[in-house]
């Protein structure tokens, strides 16, 4: 999880073994350790988020440089993915600092 991302980085390689769908528009982001990040929005089907599955999320889809991989590694996180916040609220979910695990929120309820 990277509370500095926006949207959700996929290494290029995850994305089309599990069949993104490339929307054609390209995107740049520097990651909360500062590094740019440039790649193709996607759609992926679903997204599993601590047990909440989203529906067609956005992610956007690069091939992460050794040195990224090497620091998701180093703070012993999957090396193939970058969760952003917005895909994390979208989920239900909030960074705990305090733990550096996700927490549960309670949505509100809709209207009738």
């Not at 926006?6 to 528009?25: I, K, L, Q, S």
């Not at 089907?45 to 989203?54: A, K, Q, S």
């Not at 889809?61 to 998701?72: C, G, N, Q």
């Not at 970058?82 to 994390?88: F, L, M, P, Q, R």
């Amino acid at each position: 999880m990277d509370t500095g991302a926006a949207m959700t980085v996929v290494d290029g390689e995850v994305a089309d073994a599990v069949g993104v769908m490339y929307t054609g528009r390209r995107r740049m982001l520097i990651s909360a350790t500062g590094h740019r990040l440039e790649g193709e929005v996607a759609i992926v089907r679903e997204l599993n988020i601590e047990g909440e599955v989203l529906d067609y999320e956005k992610v956007l889809a690069v091939k992460l440089a050794e040195e990224v991989k090497k620091t998701l590694r180093g703070l012993d996180a999957d090396d193939s993915i970058i969760v952003g916040i917005t895909t994390i609220e979208l989920a239900g979910f909030i960074p705990d600092t305090s733990t550096g695990r996700l927490r549960k929120i309670e949505k509100f309820p809709s209207k009738p």
